[in-house]
């Protein structure tokens, strides 16, 4: 599902983002705050999908502009990351350097390629050091026109309170047990026992619990059980 009916548990955000959509009051940067793993990136991609969907599928247009059909030909690039208006930006090694910030800022400078908005999605912002937050701070101060940026960082106590300032904050609550859980038996066809476990352990995080599963975690677990319980029957 390319919308924001993929978003699992996040109703505050989601609806937030579709008044924005409905009234056209989209602010030029977004904060999306919560820990790894609860739909910040996704909601992300949906949002920039949402900003520039045609709807445009068999010659019919689409009547709700909150919602991306997901079908037409913006809504597919984005959603294949290949859209040359919706630019992601990630660290480069443990930080998210100066010049990666600068260069940013000279492709704003010129108009979106075929884009009605353009987005920028930085990942991980917290790993942005103080000058590339300081370059970040500028283009703010003087945002871009048909520009919408929006920062993906764990706590806002980790960015330049003048960035979090000059953006609109959404916070990410952790995934319910009850909405990860079913996530993990319906999608990934865990057992409900097995899921309830991983739930338990994962806390709130999708990316977490679905690390604990591909890599076997259950097995590592039950394993750790066994050899515990032999212990009371071995020598001393």
Not at 102 to 111: D, G, H, W
Not at 123 to 138: C, E, H, I, R, T
């Amino acid at each position: 599902m390319p919308g924001f009916e993929s978003i699992i548990d996040q109703e505050r955000p989601v609806r937030i983002l579709t008044t924005f959509l409905q009234n056209g009051t989209i602010p030029h940067a977004l904060l999306f705050t919560g820990i790894e793993g609860v739909g910040r990136e996704s909601t992300a991609t949906a949002f920039a999908m949402a900003c520039n969907c045609t709807g445009e599928s068999s010659n019919t247009t689409r009547q709700e502009p909150n919602i991306p059909c997901g079908i037409c030909k913006p809504c597919r690039k984005i959603e294949a990351d290949n859209h040359p208006d919706i630019i992601r930006v990630k660290p480069s090694g443990p930080f998210i350097k100066i010049d990666q910030i600068r260069s940013l800022c000279q492709t704003l400078a010129m108009k979106p390629y075929e884009a009605k908005r353009r987005v920028e999605i930085i990942s991980d912002a917290q790993a942005m050091n103080p000058a590339a937050g300081n370059a970040l701070l500028k283009m703010l101060e003087e945002p871009p026109v048909r520009t919408i940026l929006i920062l993906v960082a764990t706590h806002t106590s980790d960015l330049l309170p003048t960035v979090v300032s000059r953006c609109q904050q959404l916070r990410f609550k952790p995934i319910s047990s009850k909405y990860l859980e079913a996530e993990l038996v319906q999608k990934y066809g865990l057992e409900s026992k097995n899921a309830r476990i991983i739930t338990t352990m994962a806390g709130g995080s999708l990316s977490r619990a679905l690390g604990m599963y591909r890599n076997h975690w259950i097995s590592r677990r039950n394993w750790l059980i066994q050899e515990m319980d032999a212990l009371s029957t071995g020598s001393v």
